[in-house]
């Protein structure tokens, strides 16, 4: 992750762009992905994406045939009041877009994964089938 560097006293290279344009005043959102966890239990696995203030519209989960899950989140968030006569001096737009790809384990029941969102987290129930045998393929060396 890259920070802002910060000038101190003894920078020796003075930065009259930086201070025209000085922002540090003004609060800053904090864009970050948002959290993902993966547990595992007897019978599933679990994955949870915490993304305050979406709803189950916000999201798109698919799996692919190669047992790729993928889940996608858009969110947009455009506070207007129709009846009021808005004079706003600062406003900044809320936009998520978020994309996380998992590639599946064998044992995962594809056609039995169910999503939800409850409380502004994406639950993502796999569940597992009996253990899977690997077939082993004997190659012949001639």
Same mark, same amino acid.
């Given at each position: 992750?890259?920070?802002?560097?910060?000038?101190?006293?003894?920078?020796?290279?003075?930065?009259? #762009?930086?201070?025209? #344009?000085? &922002?540090?005043? %003004?609060?800053? %959102?904090?864009?970050?992905?948002?959290?993902?966890?993966? /547990?595992? &239990?007897?019978?599933?696995?679990?994955?949870?994406?915490?993304?305050?203030?979406?709803?189950?519209?916000? #999201?798109?989960?698919?799996?692919?045939?190669?047992?790729?899950?993928?889940?996608? %989140?858009?969110?947009?968030?455009?506070?207007?009041?129709?009846?009021?006569?808005?004079?706003?001096?600062?406003?900044? #737009?809320?936009?998520?877009?978020?994309?996380?790809?998992?590639?599946?384990?064998?044992?995962?029941?594809?056609?039995?994964?169910?999503?939800?969102?409850?409380?502004?987290?994406?639950?993502?129930?796999?569940?597992?089938?009996?253990?899977?045998? /690997?077939?082993?393929?004997?190659?012949?060396?001639?």
């Amino acid at each position: 992750m890259l920070y802002p560097v910060l000038r101190d006293m003894n920078n020796w290279l003075s930065n009259d #762009f930086d201070d025209m #344009f000085n &922002t540090s005043w %003004m609060p800053r %959102m904090n864009v970050t992905a948002p959290a993902i966890n993966v /547990k595992e &239990t007897e019978k599933s696995y679990e994955v949870e994406v915490a993304a305050p203030g979406t709803t189950k519209d916000d #999201f798109k989960v698919n799996v692919d045939k190669d047992g790729c899950l993928t889940i996608r %989140m858009e969110h947009k968030s455009d506070k207007k009041d129709e009846n009021k006569k808005e004079h706003y001096l600062r406003r900044e #737009f809320s936009y998520s877009n978020y994309e996380q790809a998992l590639t599946l384990p064998d044992d995962v029941e594809k056609d039995k994964i169910e999503a939800k969102v409850d409380n502004g987290v994406l639950h993502v129930t796999l569940p597992r089938t009996a253990k899977v045998e /690997k077939e082993t393929k004997r190659i012949e060396v001639v």
